[in-house]
T-cell receptor, first 109, second 114 residues
């Protein structure tokens, strides 16, 4: 199987912390990427995890557990501008990226 | 600015017609990817090229075709267009390596089929 599972929508409050989960099939797994896409815009790369553990980039962190076939994106100190769709995508050994369906993050004041 | 350019930005055409979308990758990137995104939907991978050769195929219809030229720019051809082909078409480029495989997306071409 190739699919990734992530929630379709998550709601959070400005200033809070939110976690977006992603589970994946392990066939030919190389690593897990996260992309952000604002409405009407192009996806932009956020992070990549190949090894277990947490990668931190400013307010955003990404975590991977290969044994659990699971990862998450953690967004801290949420700002209204973080309202967007977030996609997880896994790298396969054949150079292809397999994409999740995306999680729409709604932030309330 | 990702460094990936796509033309045109908008395209309005009629059913049954044929259109060509163009993409210029970032300088140094050998791989080009095409994606389709319908309204409020995820990214549907269509096809990938690496240094002029087709490398991977996704859910690309037989009415659609693509190629990558020696200068590494790519074109996506959509023919016998149907209403359901209306979507945002993204091109992305990257080094095309296994592993990190970071992709840089162009601004997209919004296709409207009437």
């Amino acid at each position: 199987g190739q699919s990734l599972e992530q929630p379709s929508e998550v709601t959070a409050v400005e200033g809070a912390i939110v976690q977006i989960n992603c589970t994946y099939q392990t066939s030919g797994f190389y690593g897990l990427s996260w992309y952000q896409q604002h409405d009407g815009g192009a996806p932009t790369f956020l992070s990549y995890n190949a090894l277990d553990g947490l990668e931190e980039t400013g307010r955003f962190s990404s975590f991977l557990s290969r044994s659990d076939s699971y990862g998450y994106l953690l967004l801290q100190e949420l700002q209204m501008k973080d309202s967007a769709s977030y996609f997880c995508a896994r790298s396969r050994s054949n150079y292809q990226l397999i994409w999740g369906a995306g999680t729409k993050l709604i932030i309330k004041p | 600015d990702s460094g990936v350019t796509q033309t045109p930005k908008h395209l309005i055409t009629a059913t049954g017609q044929r259109v060509t979308l163009r993409c210029s990758p970032r300088s140094g990137d050998l791989s080009v990817y095409w994606y389709q995104q319908s309204l409020d939907q995820g990214l549907q991978f269509l096809i990938q090229y690496y240094n002029g050769e087709e490398r991977a195929k996704g859910n690309i219809l037989e009415r659609f075709s693509a190629q990558q030229f020696p200068d590494l720019h790519s074109e996506l051809n959509l023919s016998s267009l149907e209403l359901g082909d209306s979507a945002l078409y993204f091109c992305a480029s990257g080094p095309g390596l296994a592993g990190r495989n970071e992709q840089f997306f162009g601004p997209g071409t919004r296709l409207t089929v009437l």
